[in-house]
């Protein structure tokens, strides 16, 4: 069993710039992630042996609520853009296909998405930004 503590950071999209346009995501616009004050525990019990990593989600009102559960793995953001460690890095967040951010926590809050739907992609790096070769995938209609 492995005990994780889980802090949870909201990440608020900026539409000033027309970062998303009836569902369509526009890269060259801005995603604040602001961590919230309180952590909380998680176990992780029920991974199966050859699963790594397991993305949950919900979705409360207009708000997506991620938590990612990897097995032997530390999120590290003082390692980003470090020399690859095993078992260490990030994960990076994808939304329709276009990386919106880099995440350094377990659990996140993707905030103020307009109606429509959504392919959410949650992608493994390493601290150098190398993938892991292991991402998870779903799709939310808002």
Do not use: W
């Not at 409360?60 to 032997?72: G, L, P, S």
């Amino acid at each position: 069993m492995v005990h994780l503590i889980i802090p949870i950071l909201m990440l608020t999209l900026s539409f000033s710039n027309g970062y998303i346009s009836n569902g369509e995501v526009n890269s060259t616009s801005t995603l604040k992630a602001i961590p919230f004050d309180n952590e909380y525990s998680k176990e992780v019990a029920n991974l199966e042996e050859d699963e790594r990593m397991i993305i949950k989600y919900e979705v409360k009102d207009e708000d997506i609520y991620v938590e990612c559960f990897v097995k032997e793995f530390s999120f590290n953001k003082e390692g980003a853009g470090q020399l690859k460690q095993d078992g260490e890095g990030h994960v990076q967040l994808y939304i329709n296909g276009n990386k919106v951010d880099s995440i350094f926590t377990p659990s996140f809050i993707i905030k103020a998405l307009p109606v429509g739907t959504y392919n959410i992609k949650v992608e493994l790096v390493h601290n150098d930004y190398t993938p892991y070769g292991i991402s998870k995938e779903f799709e939310v209609k808002l």
